[in-house]
T-cell receptor
Framework: DTEVTQTPKHLVMGMTNKKSLKCEQH?????MYWYKQKAKKPPELMFV???????INESVPSRFSPECPNSSLLNLHLHALQPEDSALYLC??????????????FGPGTRLTVL | GEDVEQSLFLSVREGDSSVINCTYT??????LYWYKQEPGAGLQLLTY?????DMKQDQRLTVLLNKKDKHLSLRIADTQTGDSAIYFC?????????????FGSGTRLQVQP
């Protein structure tokens, strides 16, 4: 099973709202990732968690707050977003092997619209 | 630096072969990947190749790697309408400090019936 699940599938929020995106995997992977994908563009890395610790933050604004409560779950908390933050948010996971391929498996994404 | 480039669009007829090309600049890349993205969906891993290989075949998919020219291609044999999607190549440096993928801009494949 190489499945990564994400909820919700679609989210519409106002600029004053607080919401959360959720990602889950049961493959025993120890690295989890958040990517942002704007229309007609490739995914861009936001955050990497390794063994439940934040290891990479690609200078993402503080209105995006990641959380990794355990090795299977990854959240992205959203607060005071801007309309330009509207995008497809993709979660991925990988085994976190350092000596050979560490293939990333992606979820279906959450389509976020900020009004 | 890291820069991955792809042509934006390819149109083929059903039953023909499709060849999607990708060039990358980072010579320390250890793994190169092909992902498929259908409209409104996430990325589906198709295949990957280690940088010490020059070819990998998996059913209808053939990946060719020319490390000297930093050129990667994905050939899809007997292309079907269900293959219509955006195809991203991606490179991974494989070191512990930079595990994340760098994606190309994506090639939209349109398959005409």
């Amino acid at each position: 099973d190489t499945e990564v699940t994400q909820t919700p599938k679609h989210l519409v929020m106002g600029m004053t709202n607080k919401k959360s995106l959720k990602c889950e995997q049961h493959m025993g992977h120890r690295a989890m990732y958040w990517y942002k994908q704007k229309a007609k563009k490739p995914p861009e890395l936001m955050f990497v968690y390794s063994y439940e610790k934040l290891s990479i933050n690609e200078s993402v604004p503080s209105r995006f707050s990641p959380e990794c409560p355990n090795s299977s779950l990854l959240n992205l908390h959203l607060h005071a977003l801007q309309p330009e933050d509207s995008a497809l948010y993709l979660c991925a996971s990988s085994q976190e092997r350092h000596t050979s391929t560490d293939t990333q498996y992606f979820g279906p994404g959450t389509r976020l619209t900020v009004l | 630096g890291e820069d991955v480039e792809q042509s934006l669009f390819l149109s083929v007829r059903e039953g023909d072969s499709s060849v999607i090309n990708c060039t990358y600049t980072d010579s320390s890349s250890t793994y190169l990947y092909w992902y498929k993205q259908e409209p409104g969906a996430g990325l589906q891993l198709l295949t990957y190749i280690f940088s010490n290989m020059d070819m990998k075949q998996d059913q209808r998919l053939t990946v060719l790697l020319n490390k000297k020219d930093k050129h990667l291609s994905l050939r899809i044999a007997d292309t079907q309408t269900g293959d219509s999607a955006i195809y991203f190549c991606a490179e991974s440096l494989g070191d512990t400090g930079r595990r994340a993928l760098t994606f190309g801009s994506g090639t939209r494949l349109q398959v005409q019936p």
